[in-house]
């Protein structure tokens, strides 16, 4: 049966039904404060008939049931199977796992934050807050972890915030990571970027960052940081590049290759090796 509507109308009614808005986001304490919402299935509610015994209404439910409702992850059969001896070592490497997928879930790119701050303001943020520098375009001073220049930052998007300068050094948690890599995105007017001693940045983070801001980063410094090969050939994509830091390649014949024709392609660009740093786990 063909449907008597005009072609905006049409369209209109695929894009809602095929579209998400962020309005009807709810977090998980939303969620867990509205209750379990019936299900339902072309407009209609799921048949009683038709849902888990566990589910309907007079049956006897106790906290096993999350045995019942959905199968348990492998993480929580591994548990149990370990569970008569459990070492403190696997608790603590354990909470170690936890940690690492905390800081990668801290780190991700947020479209929301971005839609209400724009994306030199939104840097300002995630750097700022994780123990980065930001310095601004046509100013002397950096913003760092200070509570009181944090306080004063604005919540909502506000013009004249460009950001010329990052320095990563002390970023917190043994520095960013692929995933916070992104956030340098948009960055138009971004010059001068400090990733020393960050031990994530690898050839993937290096390849993002060309991509993004190659057109406009003019010193990187990557000293302390895990380069190779393939992190060279990524740096060549960097038109606007002036000035490298790196660390000393050492005895690496192919890294020094690598750098070498790097030179070569990019005669104006000057690198600077620096001698590794020892670090404590080192003494």
């Given at each position: 049966?063909?449907?008597n ?63 019942v ?17 459990l ?18 879930q ?11 701050l ?12 994780r123990?980065?520098a ?6 002397k ?25 990052i ?7 043994g ?8 956030n ?30 190659g ?19 990524a740096?060549?994509?960097?038109s ?11 005895d ?7 750098l070498?024709?790097?030179?070569e392609?990019?005669p ?11 670090t404590?786990?080192?003494?």
């Amino acid at each position: 049966m063909a449907l008597n509507l005009k072609p905006n109308e049409l369209v209109r009614r695929i894009h809602n039904s095929w579209t998400r808005s962020y309005c009807e986001y709810k977090s998980i304490y939303e969620r867990h404060e509205a209750g379990r919402q019936p299900r339902k299935v072309r407009g209609e509610v799921y048949p009683e008939w038709r849902r888990p015994w566990i589910q309907r209404d007079g049956e006897w439910t106790s906290k096993l049931s999350i045995f019942v409702e959905k199968n348990p992850s492998m993480n929580i059969l591994t548990s149990m199977q370990h569970l008569p001896n459990l070492t403190f070592k696997d608790v603590s490497d354990w909470w170690k796992r936890m940690k690492v997928v905390q800081e990668i879930q801290n780190q991700k790119y947020l479209p929301e934050r971005v839609t209400s701050l724009g994306s030199n303001l939104a840097a300002v943020h995630f750097f700022s807050y994780r123990q980065a520098a930001v310095r601004l375009k046509d100013s002397k001073n950096w913003i760092a972890n200070d509570p009181d220049t944090l306080e004063k930052l604005p919540d909502t998007y506000k013009d004249g915030y460009f950001v010329e300068a990052i320095d990563c050094t002390n970023f917190h948690h043994g520095g960013i990571r692929f995933e916070g890599v992104q956030n340098l995105n948009g960055l138009n007017f971004l010059k001068w970027l400090s990733l020393r001693n960050n031990k994530y940045i690898d050839v993937w983070c290096i390849d993002r960052i060309a991509g993004q801001n190659g057109r406009s980063i003019e010193y990187l410094d990557i000293s302390g940081c895990n380069l190779c090969v393939g992190g060279v050939f990524a740096l060549a994509r960097m038109s606007a590049l002036k000035f490298l830091v790196i660390t000393d390649p050492g005895d690496n014949v192919e890294l020094q290759a690598a750098l070498s024709m790097l030179e070569e392609e990019k005669p104006k660009l000057l690198i600077k090796t620096v001698a590794p740093e020892i670090t404590n786990e080192q003494k």
